[in-house]
């Protein structure tokens, strides 16, 4: 199994939702919060003010547990529906899980996804 998790800005939630409930069944889990990549939370501006600090900018974060053989899958569909080739596209990151379990049944492994 392995953990697909997607960092976005806000309004690519609904994109990457519809697409998820299409290649995958498993279930999303959705949170908000607070970070910066790369830019420092600042657009590509070229100035001569070195001291722009850092801003701190909304973020959502997406996670949906998969079959070892869709993560590919996902992931390169997640890629070319997010990818405009400029700052603020996102990140995905891809672990591993070794184990699930769903609390009613006791089920494990991919049987509980």
Not at 29 to 36: A, D, E, H, L, W
Not at 77 to 85: C, D, F, M, Q, R
């Amino acid at each position: 199994m392995k953990e697909i998790e997607i960092i976005i800005n806000g309004d690519k939630l609904d994109r990457v939702m519809q697409r998820l409930v299409q290649l995958t069944t498993t279930g999303i889990f959705v949170t908000q919060g607070f970070g910066y990549g790369h830019q420092h939370g600042f657009k590509q501006v070229y100035t001569r003010d070195d001291d722009r600090g850092v801003k701190i900018l909304p973020k959502v974060s997406v996670r949906a547990v998969v079959a070892d053989g869709q993560a590919d899958a996902i992931v390169d569909e997640l890629v070319a529906l997010l990818g405009s080739a400029s700052f603020g596209d996102g990140k995905i990151f891809i672990r591993a899980v070794q184990d699930a379990v769903r609390v009613r049944t006791g089920e494990r492994g991919d049987c509980a996804l």
